[in-house]
């Protein structure tokens, strides 16, 4: 990505006047205005792309890498009014890392994430989602067989292992691990009944 | 709650139901990576919690341990937040008793979520944590400024100004800087538990133990001092007369910011207002009323620049009172 780089009396100006002159349509302005506020809160990116890349040096890397070419490309999301730079940039930062992770853990991705400033659309409060989820994996639960919740229980709760599972039931130990992977499944299922999905088991 | 509803949360369900210790047996890169985005997936991490939480409600045989405390999981959380797992394994640091206390920590909801918090939370100050910048900027003159930006203050906010509250430190498992961020309230804190000075590092030793083994769980640390505090004194034998409430606590800050002010004589200060600090703090002055009601020797009553030197005092403890309500969440 080739920046016009600003004149140094940029320095002196506010973070404000940058913003708007990021999102504004004057492609040289913008650019310069892109690198000025970059340079300015390099360190809280760099720090919370460490943080969040669990101190891997090369996902950390790739992470900054993509941040500089994302919030170009995806500059139009970004609303001064609606709120700061370096949190949108966050926000940018987030969903490149969280992709990143994902899709090293997976065989398929999921689509790309929306770019949303915090203040954007407020995000539902934590404890509204967790509601909402309680009461759907409770729903989800009964429908398992007594069997079947039982050793969810002990394995995802309690953490007994299958070899201990098996000796208490008198049965190998990959026979309750296939019916904590079967039980896992149909929850899975049940769960994508109710509108959820993603991931792999 | 309509059960055909659009959900609000958007989990990844193989995340949520991973079982970390397994994984790691077969892939240990794929088992952390996993956890990783676990932790730093709100809706993924939700969807662990709550499905934790209803297989405790479903569970009929309490577990035998129940009423044992529960492990806190600082150094696991610290290891998030500072090396990192996927650093701390490539250093061949994780060994199988991390891994097991990893495993315990996905299986908790409370410290789970407390975990996820942590890592998730803004690191206030950068040049604590970013290693110097040497990835290639946009061009020379890029580099030149991105330099600069390694030493340039203004890339953070002013130290008292953003400085983390309690609850943020404790939440991302910071317990060197809440230890100190502490230590200047920890006297006036054993005054009001009627305690001696001396007792001021055990104190603080106390309150951070407490700290990582008391899930917050949505509530401020400052809203959980007065009761720690309380403990503190009963073990000591001095439990306050009646349980310490918001008020013993505005009153603590509030004398605590006369005192700093006051001690913090700058130098060519006149004799008078040297004077004035003097007897201040000899009588005791702990609010702002006081220090105006404070009648002077006449030598400091004759002084001109009196009413604004006392407006500027005033302003001072003010602003020290504002810093300490922040960091206690009082404000």
Sequence with gaps: MGLDVPPPDWQSRDDRDLERLFACDDLPGAQAAFVELRRRFVNELRAQALRRCGGSQGMFEEAMQRLDARAWEKRRLYKPERGRWIAWAKTVLRNIIVQMIRDLTRDQGCGELPEQLPAHEPAADWRLKLAELKAKIGDCLRNLKPKERRVLILRTLKGVSYQRLGEQAGQPWQTISTRVHRAKKKLRKLLEGKGYDGGEL | ?331
Aim: aromatic content about 6%.
């Design chain 2, 1 to 331: 709650m309509n059960p055909n509803a659009t959900p609000i949360a958007r989990p990844d369900l193989g995340v949520a139901m991973f079982d970390f210790a397994a994984e790691y047996a077969e892939s240990p890169e794929r088992a952390l990576r996993r956890l990783q985005f676990l932790l730093l997936d709100e809706d993924t991490c939700l969807a662990r919690v709550a499905l934790l939480q209803t297989l405790a409600d479903a569970d009929d045989e309490p577990a035998r341990d129940a009423g044992q405390p529960a492990e806190a999981f600082g150094e696991e959380i610290a290891l998030l937040c500072e090396e990192g797992v996927l650093a701390a394994h490539a250093a061949g640091r994780l060994d199988a008793g991390v891994v097991g206390r990893l495993d315990r920590l996905t299986r908790d909801p409370d410290r789970l979520w407390r975990a996820h918090q942590a890592l998730t939370a803004d690191v206030p100050d950068a040049r604590e944590h970013a290693p110097p910048e040497h990835a290639a900027p946009a061009s020379a003159t890029a580099s030149a400024l991105a330099g600069a930006a390694c030493s340039d203050t203004t890339v953070v906010a002013a130290p008292d100004a953003g400085s983390p509250e309690f609850t943020s430190l404790a939440g991302a498992g910071r317990w060197s800087e809440l230890g100190k961020r502490l230590q200047p309230y920890l006297p006036d804190m054993l005054r009001l538990a009627r305690l001696p000075d001396t007792l001021a590092d055990e104190l603080r030793q106390f309150l951070l133990e407490r700290a990582r083994a008391v899930p917050l769980a949505g509530r401020r640390f400052g809203d959980l001092l007065p009761q720690w505090l309380t403990e503190f004194a009963q073990a000591h034998g001095s439990a306050p007369a009646r349980p310490l409430t918001r008020a013993d606590w505005l009153a603590v800050l509030e004398g605590w910011s006369v005192r700093t002010v006051l001690e913090a004589a700058p130098a060519g200060e006149p004799d008078w207002a040297r004077e004035f600090r003097r007897r201040a703090l000899r009588h005791g002055v702990a609010s702002g009323p006081e220090l105006l009601r404070l009648t002077l020797p006449e030598a400091a009553a004759r002084a001109s620049a009196l009413p604004m030197f006392r407006r500027d005092l005033l302003s001072q403890i003010q602003n020290e009172r504002d810093k300490a309500l922040r960091l206690f969440e009082l404000n």
